[in-house]
């Protein structure tokens, strides 16, 4: 039976990783705050002190870090992921991040010996907790179809793309939608309430037209209650945006309605709402 490791136990680490130990799979844990291992080593998880441990005794290693600073660190770092690479180990970051780093962790694993797949996931708490993310994967095409097994039990889909970087992109190109979509729907509400609109009138005919879709259904409700709680931290979306405007540079691509999304992910940041849920943003537009 595969070993698997996974480092990174923020609010998707710690639902992926306790869905692969629900299944019975060997899994070998960390994270910078040893703490937030405890819950999943009572569930069975093995623990070790640094990246470059887990990775040394496992088969495959997955990592879900918060941007591309933390995925070159937990790579590149002292007592990292390279440390433990030796020949024919797999390593999976799920996390979101530029193409960029991709390619450059990509290359670094590949002249260790070791193989690479770029999987982020599309999907937020929630479908981590029920083992329905969807998988963007780029990179080392036998290590993908090796960590199906894996990917089935955290997710419901996955797609693979060819070359590291193509999963980045695809994922940024997503988020970027993403985002852009709730900003307008925060821009709708908040113009209907000051309108003399009920809020709640306006998602329940956004329902039921072309443009009805989970997001609204899901995040809509609590947002008119002026609940928000963290599925997806602001500040992650706000860094997802950022990224996908880094790329429409550097392929000559304009994106003024993302561009104008992002500076209201950015006053949300100002206004202190970074570690609440991107649906917060409507804070800051309401205002």
Known sequence: MKKYGFLGLGIMGQAMAANLLKADFTVTVWNRTASKCESLINKGASHRETPAEVVASSDITFAMVSDPVAARKICFGKQ????????????????????????????????????????????????????????????????????IPALEIMGKKSFYFGDAGFGARMKLVINM????????????????????????????????????????????????EGNFPTAFPLKHMQKDMRLALLMGDDN????????????????????????????????AIKE
């Open 177 to 224: 939608i993403m985002g852009t979509m709730m900003t307008a729907l925060c821009e709708g509400l908040s113009l209907g309430k000051k309108a003399g609109l009920n809020m709640s009138d306006i998602l329940d005919v956004l329902d039921q037209g072309v443009i009805a879709n989970q997001m609204f259904r899901l995040k809509g409700p609590m947002m008119v």
């Open 80 to 147: 990292g992921v390279l440390e433990g690479i030796t020949m024919g180990k797999g390593y999976i970051d799920v996390s979101t991040i530029d193409p960029q780093t991709s390619i450059e962790i990509s290359q670094a694993i590949s002249n260790n010996g070791g193989r690479f797949l770029e999987a982020p996931v599309s999907g937020s708490k929630k479908p981590a907790e029920d083992g329905a993310l969807v998988f963007l994967c780029a990179g080392d095409k036998s290590l993908y179809q090796e960590a």
């Open 252 to 283: 000559g691509q304009a994106l003024y309605t993302a561009g104008a999304a992002n500076f209201s992910y950015i006053k949300a940041r100002n206004k202190g709402f970074d570690d609440g849920d991107f649906s917060a943003v409507l804070q």
